[in-house]
């Protein structure tokens, strides 16, 4: 069975810094370009990055280019996500997803 | 960064049938673009039900099929059964750049 579990979120301020961790388990996670998309409340999907299976390239949505960093290792079948700056936009449920399978989410409030 | 859209909402009667469309700001979508679908029901995680345009897994349920029409990628809902009253997301690749989801569809069955 595949398991994609998240942990890392919580509250946090404007500003603030906060780092989401994934670990994969029951898949091929070294084959999978692992991507972090988030859902605002009341609002639609949105695709905020991704990294490859090597992990030497990434890319963003631009509303969290320079502010968000994505890493993985593939060793620990871990992906991450480094969130700085953070803004109260950026409140939402945060889930990481090789687009096939997917975990509960992880709820991110950034509030003062 | 392109746009990407879908219905805000579309009805369906039981055993019916219903396209759901996804539509890129940036010109016609293709093949090129591996379009994914993908299922919300209320208070749930999403489910991947179509990868890379056409592609089923193996909890597709076989009345949901994709494809390429007129210039969007497609979604469609054969034999819709009450439980697949949910929200619909489309998600394109644009390569080298990154990905974007659509608005959503908000699938009735009625």
């Known amino acids: ?112 | 960064q392109a746009v990407v859209t879908q219905e805000p909402s579309l009805t369906v009667s039981p055993g019916g049938t219903v396209t759901l469309t996804c539509g890129s700001s940036a010109g016609a979508v293709t093949s090129g673009h591996y379009a994914s679908w993908f299922q919300q029901r209320p208070g749930q995680a999403p489910r991947t039900l179509i990868s890379s345009t056409n592609n089923k897994h193996s909890w597709t349920p076989a009345r949901f099929s994709g494809s390429l029409l007129g210039g969007k990628a497609a979604l469609t809902l054969s034999a819709a059964q009450p439980e697949d009253e949910a929200d619909y997301y489309c998600l394109i690749i644009y390569s080298g750049v990154g990905e974007v989801f659509g608005g959503g569809t908000k699938l009735t069955v009625l």
């Not at chain 1, 998240?6 to 994969?24: D, F, I, N, Y």
């Not at chain 1, 898949?27 to 409340?41: E, G, K, T, V």
């Not at chain 1, 969290?64 to 996500?81: M, P, Q």
């Not at chain 1, 480094?82 to 687009?99: G, I, R």
């Open chain 1, 1 to 112: 069975e595949v398991q994609l579990v998240e942990s890392g979120g919580g509250l946090v301020q404007p500003g603030g810094s906060l780092r989401l961790s994934c670990a994969g388990s029951g898949l091929s996670f070294s084959n999978y370009w692992m991507h972090w998309i988030r859902q605002a409340p009341g609002k639609g999907l949105e695709w905020v990055g991704n990294i490859n299976p090597d992990g030497t390239e990434t890319y963003y949505v631009g509303s969290v280019k320079g502010r968000f960093t994505i890493s993985r290792d593939n060793a620990k079948n871990s992906v991450y996500l480094e969130m700085n700056s953070l803004k109260v936009e950026d409140t939402a449920v945060y889930y990481c997803t090789p687009k096939v399978y997917w975990g509960q989410g992880l709820f991110v409030t950034v509030s003062s």
